[in-house]
């Protein structure tokens, strides 16, 4: 079984800050884990993705995600918030184990102040 | 067409009629996903295909739900007597592989449905 917890459920930063949108996984075998960006009206895309090799992986717009076995965390961060990046932020798991389906965290949304 | 379609992009029906929704994946993708998303839920998973094989129907929340995927391309959802708790956004997705090991599923936009 796997599941995903994203903290916070509405993060506001002002346009110039750091994003940090934090996720932590449960997993039973080891994991591959995704971040996905819905913008509004819009279906998802993927940002970024880990499955195996270097922890720190980076995606589009900016953002990156650093794979932590060992706190079994996924966060995402952005150094510089633009206002183009209010959106709601989905962290997902998956298993190299047959097949596997993605489960969704209940997402993030981010809110950017001029 | 070049991404996910899904159709009707919003239904609106009364309580404890059925209706149909429909996803057309991307060309030579043959992983389908169907996810639910209701407000403050998230994705909620319920059915994957892999061909017009469903080895995955585990999320269906009750028998009212049914899908089925023909020549291993469109598929259909479809909730019958709906209830008001059905509202919600359905989002189909599509991968070239089965399973979600290669990580990119491409979703379409989703169909709003609202029971009165």
């Known amino acids: 079984a796997q599941s995903v917890t994203q903290l916070g459920s509405h993060v506001s930063v002002s346009e110039g800050a750091l994003v940090l949108l934090r996720c932590n996984y449960s997993?039973?075998?080891?994991?591959?884990l995704f971040w996905y960006v819905q913008y509004p009206n819009q279906g998802l895309q993927l940002l970024l993705k880990y499955t195996t090799g270097a922890t720190l992986v980076k995606g589009i717009n900016g953002f990156e995600a650093e794979f932590k076995k060992s706190e079994t965390s996924f966060h995402l961060t952005k150094p510089s918030a633009h206002m183009s990046d209010a959106a709601e932020y989905f962290c997902?798991?998956?298993?190299?184990?047959?097949?596997?389906?993605?489960?969704f965290g209940k997402g993030t949304m981010l809110l950017v102040s001029p | 067409g070049a991404g996910v379609s899904q159709s009707p992009s919003n239904k609106v029906t009364e309580k404890g009629k059925d209706v149909e929704l429909r996803c057309d994946p991307i060309?030579?993708?043959?992983?389908l996903y169907w996810y639910r998303q209701s407000l403050g839920q998230g994705l909620e998973f319920l059915i994957y295909f892999q061909g017009n094989s469903a080895p995955d129907k585990s999320g269906l929340p009750s028998d009212r739900f049914s899908a089925e995927r023909t020549g291993g391309s469109v598929s259909t959802l479809t909730i019958q007597r709906t209830q008001q708790e059905d509202s919600a956004v359905y989002l189909c997705?599509?991968?070239?592989?089965?399973?979600?090991?290669?990580?990119?599923?491409?979703f379409g936009e989703g169909s709003r449905l609202t029971v009165l």
């Open positions: 997993s039973s075998v080891p994991p591959y």
């Open positions: 060309s030579g993708h043959t992983a």
């Open positions: 997705a599509s991968s070239f592989t089965g399973g979600a090991t290669t990580g990119e599923l491409f």
């Open positions: 997902a798991v998956s298993s190299n184990s047959g097949y596997s389906t993605l489960t």
